[in-house]
């Protein structure tokens, strides 16, 4: 039986498993944050995630979790920064490691004709540079640049003459680099993949401490479901950066009863079984909130039913510097950007030409205030502009 979904209850849905919905307590830290992660390439990413989610939220109490093991960041297969609770590390490394060379391949995209020439393949070298990472310890931190030195010179030792001689040209893309030291530049974020790498004092990595949780490869596109659903194939291989083949592999591992198919608009797509009562009835979302471009809500395959038109389109995902965007009862309703200056920060909201009058001025400002408690910071200020 085919569930049939309007946009409305699809977007409302995903306020409520992104957790914007109703801010919650400090104490739920954990459930604020989705199980496959938030992105956060630099230490205000995380904040200003956690800001819109968490009542009274301040950088300490993320910092407190990290510290205590509770909340991990780790590198993810491209190389970012990604904050995880500790028990999901597996789910977001492990479940999406390549299991073959055609796997290994894609994920290297065009780097992968780097590998042309070594009589070693590609797959091999993958499992030589996890054995050199295995043989590090929790307590060999060491900044990704000294890390990749690291794994570069002892890879040389491991390989044949012929790969030696190799290893040691001239990288093509980057003079000043032997290609071996683009190599590890590439591979080593998809070795993280099972050998889970984590950051810490944001310029340290070290591998992760081995984890005792173990989950079926299939559970990663469950929770990307529960999150992000309805949602095809196409889209969780997009979203995880594998094939498509990649992808179908896993959804294939899912038992047939677990899966409802959904149309929406006249697409179609999948959801959860145990999620079905819950998307046709979804609780509405409340009160203002300031979602970071760096947001989990930028990932979802119906990001474009927050917006209307190309030109709100390119201003919100398309912009060389992407605003941040400012929800009201469940709506976009402006975009957003933060002007810092050493320990202050001023907001620009701007007008797209939706019912931002609507809001009033004060909902904006506390909004603006719960930002700067966040970041530990000064508010100086806010102003209102139309694009």
């Known amino acids: 039986m085919q569930l ?139 900044p990704i640049h000294v890390l990749e030195k690291y794994c570069e010179e002892h890879m040389l030792q491991l390989l044949a003459p012929s790969d030696q001689a190799l290893w040691m040209w001239p990288s093509e893309h980057y003079p000043d680099r032997t290609l071996g030291e683009h190599l590890m530049q590439v591979l080593i974020p998809i070795a993280g993949l099972s050998i889970p790498l984590m950051q810490i004092d944001q310029t340290q990595l070290t591998v992760a401490p081995p984890s005792e949780e173990r989950v079926a490869a299939y559970e990663v596109i469950k929770s990307y479901l529960h999150t992000f659903g309805p949602a095809t194939i196409v889209d969780s291989a997009h979203y995880f950066g594998i094939s498509l083949e990649h992808a179908t592999r896993l959804w294939e591992q899912i038992p047939p009863d677990e899966l409802i198919p959904v149309l929406w608009e006249k697409k179609e797509g999948w959801i959860l079984a145990s999620d079905a009562d819950e998307a046709q009835q979804p609780s509405w979302g409340e009160g203002v909130r300031f979602v970071s471009r760096y947001d989990p809500l930028s990932d979802s395959p119906h990001r474009s039913l927050l917006i209307h038109g190309k030109s709100q389109y390119r201003y919100f995902f398309r912009s060389l510097e992407r605003p941040g965007m400012v929800l009201f009862d469940g709506r976009c309703v402006a975009g957003w950007h933060m002007k810092s200056q050493q320990q202050s920060c001023s907001f620009v909201i701007e007008d797209i030409g939706e019912s931002l009058g609507k809001v009033a001025l004060d909902e904006l400002e506390t909004e603006a205030c719960a930002i700067e408690q966040a970041l530990n910071i000064s508010y100086t200020g806010l102003v209102v502009e139309r694009i």
């Open 4 to 142: 049939i979904l309007r946009e409305e209850n699809i977007i409302q849905r995903l306020f409520n498993t992104l957790k914007l919905a109703h801010r919650l307590p400090p104490e739920q830290l954990a459930d604020a944050i989705i199980p496959l992660g938030l992105n956060t390439p630099k230490r205000q990413a995380l904040d200003l995630q956690l800001a819109p989610r968490i009542s009274h939220y301040h950088n300490d109490l993320s910092r407190k979790a990290l510290a205590a093991g509770d909340l991990m960041q780790i590198i993810d297969r491209v190389g970012n920064i990604r904050t995880v609770l500790s028990r999901y590390v597996p789910l977001v490394t492990r479940a999406i490691a390549p299991d073959n060379e055609e796997d290994l391949r894609y994920m290297l995209g065009p780097d992968s004709a780097l590998l042309t020439p070594f009589s070693c393949s590609p797959l091999k070298m993958l499992e030589t540079l996890q054995l050199i990472l295995r043989e590090l310890s929790p307590n060999d931190a060491m």
